[in-house]
Antibody
């Protein structure tokens, strides 16, 4: 059974970097049939896809255009986890952040969600 | 691709049918496979979205058969044939035809 466990701070100061980790069990992050996505949800923006990372013969990233300048995904095969870094956050980045596994194209497994508040 | 759901909210009596619509701004039909790249999710408070239907009409394992999905290209429907109390939730459609993957705004389903 695939399980995604998220971790990371719930409070980030404006202009700093948001960092979250998604630890995967029951699958390998290097599985070339799978992509690992980050999605966030806020009352003002609804569900918003941030991007994904996936392994073919190398790691590939596919970021939503509006985040490209300040988002980074870091896969860690030794820990079987993927991490999200979002730079220069503002209060508008306050949201619940989810990681999700994409297999056969659809998002079948999700992490439990992490509420991140951007505030000084 | 913009996903638009209707209605925004819906109140249905227990045992009655509930229907939620989703329209995409362009076709999400994959011509090579003749599959529509659309998922329906159910979300309850404090929980992540849960897949009900993928490829527009394939029910996820363990999902009750009162949930069904239909439609093609740009117009899709989620039907709950006989509403149960545990179906109170917000429902979302999502396209995975092309990135950026996009979601509908959600439909809140309540008991009348």
């Amino acid at each position: 059974q695939v399980h995604l466990q998220q971790s990371g701070p719930g409070l980030v100061k404006p202009s700093q970097t948001l960092s979250l980790t998604c630890a995967i069990s029951g699958d390998s992050i290097s599985n070339n049939l799978v992509a690992w996505n980050w999605i966030r949800q806020s009352p003002s923006r609804g569900l918003e896809w941030l991007g994904r990372t996936y392994y073919t013969s190398k790691w590939n990233n596919d970021y939503a255009e509006s985040f490209k300048s300040r988002i980074t995904y870091n896969p860690d095969t030794s820990k079987n986890q993927v991490s999200l870094q979002l730079d220069s956050v503002t209060p508008e980045d306050t949201a619940v952040y989810y990681c999700a596994r994409q297999f056969d194209s659809y998002f079948g497994y999700w992490g439990q969600g992490t509420l991140v508040t951007v505030s000084s | 691709i913009v996903m638009t759901q209707s209605p925004d909210s819906l109140a249905v009596s227990l045992g009655e049918r509930a229907t939620i619509n989703c329209k995409s701004s362009q076709s999400v039909l994959v011509s090579s496979s003749n599959k529509n790249s659309l998922t329906w999710f159910q979300q309850k408070p404090g929980q992540p979205p849960k897949v009900l239907i993928y490829w527009a009409s394939t029910r996820e394992s363990g999902v009750p058969d009162r949930f069904s999905g239909s439609g093609s290209a740009t117009d899709f429907t989620l039907t709950i044939s006989s509403l149960q109390a545990e179906d109170v939730a917000v429902y979302y459609c999502q396209q995975y035809y092309s990135s950026p993957y996009t979601f509908g705004q959600g439909t809140r389903l309540e008991i009348k």
